[in-house]
């Protein structure tokens, strides 16, 4: 069932395109087993690696997958469009309308160029995208403090070593008060990724690098990619806080571990844990990779949390679909009583489905500011 699945839009596209056109069998067959292949592109991605979420094809290879499968689903999603207008249009009065090939072989086409712009998209270096938060309690000393938020950067074949490299130039020239990072760092196993992953220790800002897990981590051996990352100089706050000081004012930056932790054995997030011991007065900036848990964070007096995993839902409409995944969070700035939340739309992006449309990635720099 799990390689049919994927196989369907393949199936819809050669019903609906490929076995009516009035092609030489021959090219029939041979477009036939190209779409097959495309869509098997996770099953492949196992057989390479062992798991669906790290591909270990050469990049170009990675890329091409990415570019066929998303045109494939752009296709399909196309041709139903197109097939429902028909069959509304077939009960109306007046109707009967048929969708002549001519439709069909455009709506492969555009799906060809959408889905080669939506990859071009996926694998550029994030644009700056300034976001500001007003804080009640906000200490006078951290008005103006600055935040870079990293999420979801998923370093691969995909978003290699060269990828991570101008990231982290780019991040580090933003000069920033502080970086953090929400999860999902890698895809892959440290034997294959410790070439990519040696920018990270270049990150640097005056009040540190810090972190939470994201669900990939636990793929991957957890534990070592946790010493690794700590050897890079990236601290985690694995339901745990540290204390930012300004003269006798103070900031608590906490995070909890992934929801996702107890079906791989670990600690699943606990907020109070986390802040166990942090000073009572002072406003709490909360990292935690996915958003669900917005809400119990605000009911605990969280003033700030920065989340990922959604990817933005990398296509607009789609958007929608991962928000009902999410507690209704996907992209963007929320106000959930007196926390603010923001969602990143991702760094990078899962080298299984690296697509984006109206939904760019972004470095996202934060501005705390004291609000009466």
Not at 202 to 216: E, M, Q, R, S, Y
Not at 348 to 363: H, I, K, N, Q, T
């Amino acid at each position: 069932m799990i390689r049919l699945i994927p196989s369907l839009p393949a199936v819809y596209v050669i019903a609906r395109v490929v076995w009516p056109s009035p092609w030489p069998l021959a090219l029939k067959l041979s477009v036939i087993v190209l779409l097959l292949v495309a869509s098997q592109y996770h099953l492949w991605s196992r057989l390479s690696s062992g798991s669906v979420f790290a591909p270990e094809f050469p990049r170009p290879v990675v890329v091409l997958f990415n570019w066929m499968f998303g045109a494939l689903a752009l296709t399909a999603a196309m041709l139903l469009a197109l097939d429902a207008s028909a069959l509304i249009g077939g009960v109306l009065p007046g109707g009967g309308w048929v969708v002549a090939m001519t439709w069909r072989y455009a709506a492969g086409l555009a799906a060809l160029v959408l889905a080669a712009l939506a990859v071009g998209q996926a694998l550029r270096v994030p644009p700056l995208k300034d976001v500001t938060v007003a804080i009640p309690d906000l200490p006078h000393g951290f008005d103006g403090y600055t935040i870079l938020h990293l999420s979801d950067l998923h370093i691969s074949r995909l978003f290699d070593m060269r990828w991570a490299e101008a990231v982290v130039a780019h991040a580090n020239a933003l000069r920033t008060d502080l970086i953090v990072v929400t999860g999902d760092f890698i895809d892959g196993s440290l034997a294959s990724r410790r070439s990519d992953v040696a920018p990270l220790r270049a990150l640097t800002a005056p009040d540190g690098v810090w972190a939470v897990p994201g669900n990939h981590e636990y793929f991957f051996d957890y534990e070592a990619w946790m010493r690794h990352l700590a050897g890079l100089g990236i601290r985690m706050l694995a339901n745990a806080h540290t204390v930012l000081r300004r003269a006798d004012e103070a900031l608590v930056v906490a995070g909890v571990t992934d929801r996702s932790a107890p079906v791989t054995g670990h600690p699943g997030p606990d907020l109070a844990a986390a802040l166990a011991g942090a000073p009572a007065d002072a406003p709490v900036v909360l990292l935690d990779h996915q958003p669900g848990n917005a809400a119990r964070s605000a009911a605990q007096g969280v003033r700030l949390q920065l989340s990922g995993h959604t990817h933005g839902g990398m296509i607009r409409g789609l958007d929608r679909l991962v928000a009902r995944g999410n507690a209704g969070f996907v992209s963007g700035a929320y106000q959930i009583g007196g926390m603010r939340l923001y969602v990143s739309n991702g760094t990078g992006l899962w080298p299984g489905f690296a697509l984006r449309l109206g939904r760019p990635s972004e470095l996202t720099r934060i501005t705390l500011r004291t609000s009466s």
